[in-house]
């Protein structure tokens, strides 16, 4: 029996046409399933249009909006397949594994960097990608499908601005490729026992401040007024600058004072961070009650903190949920201990 999908469009390149002042979203989700019938033939799909937005305008209320839609149609459908905005795509892949826990259906999300109506563009080929490995038997969760590459939702991270292979997976192998009619995995995750769970609820108010030398540690006062959260991308495998005239380490009595809630992390793509390392990352753990993000993502250390300050968590639970791995975002906390 053929399976049945919901292709969900939100917008982004692939569905974009030149309007005189650049590319702007504007191709119909039933306009972009007819330019690919004559390539489906092994599965039904439906369509809808969700949002019509350039990438960079997603916001948190529309991943919750997604979540929501695929919670309404989950028995209906064998997968999902969702067209997105390579920008913020692995913002949206992070959050919805999130928000979406242990489902036993594919959801794929694919984009690409040049538009369907192109002569020339990568659009069918992830688009038809992704409704090739949405229907592989046994394949749950949410990924990201691009250039030939499927990856755990939590662990992409776009990398390439123009290129045609923009996505790769941080800290954690692809899970497949796919070439043509043929889906190889490479990584097989075994079945969560956990049941399904939807969330509806996310607090933006995290902030991500990207450490330069130089920099006004007085950033941290604004940021202990206005956000509950923030990850620091510190340098290497993670410290705080301490020199006399610009004290980050002194500063962050600041945060504490606000409750605000801070995760290290590091500016390096690859490995990760590992305050125990360095006298500057040493002292600040012990100084303060701070978060590491270890291996995991920018995009998912933000949006996981999204989630878990929408779940009103006491500080102690709060953190024990951090580092709980949750869609292979990081390793085992005991392990990285």
């Not at 397949?81 to 594919?106: E, F, R």
């Not at 960097?113 to 563009?121: A, F, N, S, Y």
């Not at 949405?134 to 992409?156: H, K, N, Q, Y």
């Not at 450490?211 to 990850?231: E, Q, T, W």
């Amino acid at each position: 029996m053929k399976k049945k999908l919901l292709l969900i469009t939100t917008g982004g390149t692939i569905a974009s046409k030149n309007t005189g002042n650049g590319l702007a979203p504007s191709v119909s989700p039933e306009d972009i399933l007819g330019s690919m019938t004559d390539l489906i033939g092994f599965c039904t799909i439906d369509c809808m249009e969700l949002l019509r937005l350039d990438s960079t305008n997603m916001q948190p209320e529309h991943w919750l909006l997604m979540a929501k839609t695929i919670k309404e149609h989950y028995h209906d459908y064998d997968g999902f397949v969702i067209t997105h905005g390579t920008d913020t795509m692995a913002y949206t892949s992070s959050a919805l594994s999130y928000l979406i826990q242990n489902p036993d259906k594919p959801i794929v999300l694919t984009g690409s960097q040049k538009p369907l109506m192109d002569e020339v563009t990568d659009a069918k080929k992830n688009l038809l990608d992704s409704i090739r490995f949405a229907c592989e038997d046994g394949v749950r969760g949410v990924f990201l499908v691009f250039s030939g590459s499927a990856i755990v939702g939590t662990r992409a991270r776009k990398t390439r601005s123009k290129s045609y292979y923009a996505f790769s997976s941080i800290n954690y192998p692809e899970v497949a490729s796919i070439d043509g009619g043929r889906v190889l995995r490479y990584v097989v995750p075994e079945p969560s026992m956990a049941p399904l769970k939807f969330y509806d609820k996310m607090v933006p108010e995290v902030f991500l401040l990207k450490l330069i030398p130089g920099m006004d540690p007085g950033v941290l006062d604004y940021v202990a007024d206005h956000y509950k959260a923030v990850v620091i991308e510190t340098y290497g495998v993670g410290g705080l600058p301490f020199p006399e005239h610009r004290n980050f380490m002194d500063r962050m009595q600041t945060l504490a004072n606000k409750g605000c809630i801070v995760v290290i992390s590091t500016q390096v793509a690859m490995e990760g961070s590992d305050l125990a390392t360095y006298e500057v990352g040493h002292e600040a753990m012990e100084r303060y009650d701070l978060l590491q993000a270890y291996d995991m993502t920018t995009e998912a250390a933000v949006t996981k903190l999204m989630w878990l300050l929408g779940l009103d968590l006491p500080r102690e639970e709060f953190k024990k949920a951090f580092y709980t791995p949750i869609a292979f975002d990081t390793v085992p906390f005991s392990i990285l201990k």
